[in-house]
């Protein structure tokens, strides 16, 4: 008996109904890529009903080249985010049961973005000065800062529409345990302002030719409750993360981390576990296509990163047995073809597929939270306090 959660990391499917607070309104990641691209072919995702979810949608927007299937074979539907925020880890805490009331703090993109005080206290700890301090790309600014980075040995900090502080520093000029250990005091105290996440951000290169290396650690805020993972943990149930999640999750609740930085690796952990483990929860995210494709604004690279990804879910159905349920959605959306290069606040897409049994329409969801619920329904577990299971009675 196990459970499979895939998360295509900001793989939207239209803009939320708030959308427009987040200044996101008209934003649809997978509708607009595939329209950009001329057509998207996903023959795995759509016999199992990603083309059926736009038509529950206010709005939506048909995905090019993946209609809807006459006969899905997973269930589908959609989910609508509750918390505040659109980020990675508030996107996966939701998934996980949790619900942010107030949302993580947002540094302004202005210059100086982070307050004097926090950058002069990071920078008493850590020994080293500091360049930067604004919103940017993180490719951006490393070509534009990472000169005089490899002159003066400072840190480059910054931020994004997110909420967080991001540490860039080219490894042979402050090494990883440096770099790592400058993100722990930086994560110590950006705690007071609530701030999601500290990202390590290394990289490698000569000028005009940098390059971000796999060597990324994420450094999330406390969990400000137990989630679904801690509640399987407690029950005994195995738990497994493939991709950046231990970090989201500042590894709680989880037995086994497997720590990858991309989907090819992400997505051949995953085959070898859907061979070799029996039972358990497998939670994987697939970052590709939000930090390589979506913040640079590739549609095109993000439609081939689908294409790559719905060849794995061929491989990945004949091993589900009749036990066992697979979740495929999203933590955000990243519209490639938006302005701007940040998240965007979308519906997410949801397939449920357990095999043997044709799909039913989940409808829309209200909360990433029913997933949690799903799982605890599907382990035997006792309700989560959020939520409602989609597991046919």
Same mark, same amino acid.
């Given at each position: ?7 295509? !990391? ?14 996101? /309104? ?10 950009? +691209? ?36 997973? !269930? ?62 993180? +490719? ?23 909420? *967080? ?21 930086? $994560? ?12 390590? &951000? ?9 390059? =971000? ?17 801690? $509640? ?8 497994? +993360? ?41 939670? *994987? ?10 913040? &640079? ?12 990804? !719905? ?11 009749? /036990?066992?349920?697979?979740? *495929? ?35 829309? =969801? ?19 306090? &959020? ?7």
């Amino acid at each position: 008996m196990r459970a499979f959660l895939i998360v295509l !990391d900001s793989v939207g499917i239209g803009a939320a109904p708030d959308a427009a607070a987040y200044h996101d /309104a008209g934003s649809n990641t997978l509708a607009h890529m595939a329209t950009a +691209t001329g057509g998207l072919k996903l023959p795995t995702l759509q016999s199992m009903g990603l083309g059926n979810i736009p038509a529950l949608l206010p709005g939506g927007l048909p995905i090019k080249g993946v209609p809807p299937a006459a006969v899905p074979l997973a !269930d589908f539907g959609a989910m609508c985010e509750q918390s505040q925020g659109k980020d990675t880890t508030t996107g996966h805490w939701e998934m996980a049961g949790l619900l942010l009331d107030h949302g993580f703090h947002v540094f302004p993109p202005d210059s100086p973005a982070f307050p004097a005080e926090l950058v002069r206290e990071f920078e008493r700890r850590t020994g080293r000065p500091t360049i930067g301090n604004k919103a940017a790309s993180g +490719t951006k600014i490393i070509e534009e800062l990472g000169p005089q980075q490899m002159e003066t040995g400072a840190w480059i900090i910054y931020t994004s529409a997110d909420s *967080v502080f991001q540490i860039a520093a080219h490894e042979d000029i402050i090494p990883l345990t440096e770099l790592y250990r400058g993100c722990e005091i930086a $994560r110590e105290l950006c705690n007071p302002y609530h701030v999601g996440r500290v990202i390590a &951000r290394p990289y490698i290169g000569q000028p005009g030719a940098f390059q =971000r290396t796999d060597n990324r650690h994420d450094y999330s805020y406390p969990l400000p409750e137990p989630t679904i993972l801690d $509640r399987l943990t407690e029950a005994k149930v195995f738990t497994a +993360t493939v991709g950046k999640l231990d970090d989201i999750f500042n590894r709680q609740g989880i037995a086994k981390a497997y720590h990858v930085e991309n989907n090819a690796d992400a997505q051949k952990i995953t085959l070898k576990l859907a061979k070799t483990r029996s039972n358990g929860f497998i939670f *994987v995210n697939l970052i590709d296509f939000d930090m390589r494709y979506g913040h &640079r604004r590739d549609a095109a690279g993000y439609a081939q990163a689908l294409a790559d990804t !719905d060849r794995f879910f061929k491989a990945l159905l004949p091993l589900l047995g009749k /036990a066992d349920l697979l979740m *495929v959605t999203a933590d955000h959306g990243n519209d490639p073809t938006y302005a701007g290069t940040d998240h965007t606040r979308e519906f997410v897409p949801l397939l449920a597929y357990c095999g043997g049994r044709p799909g039913r329409n989940l409808g829309i =969801r209200q909360g990433f939270f029913d997933i949690a619920q799903t799982l605890a329904a599907f382990f035997g577990l006792p309700p989560g306090p &959020r939520g409602v299971s989609f597991l046919k009675p």
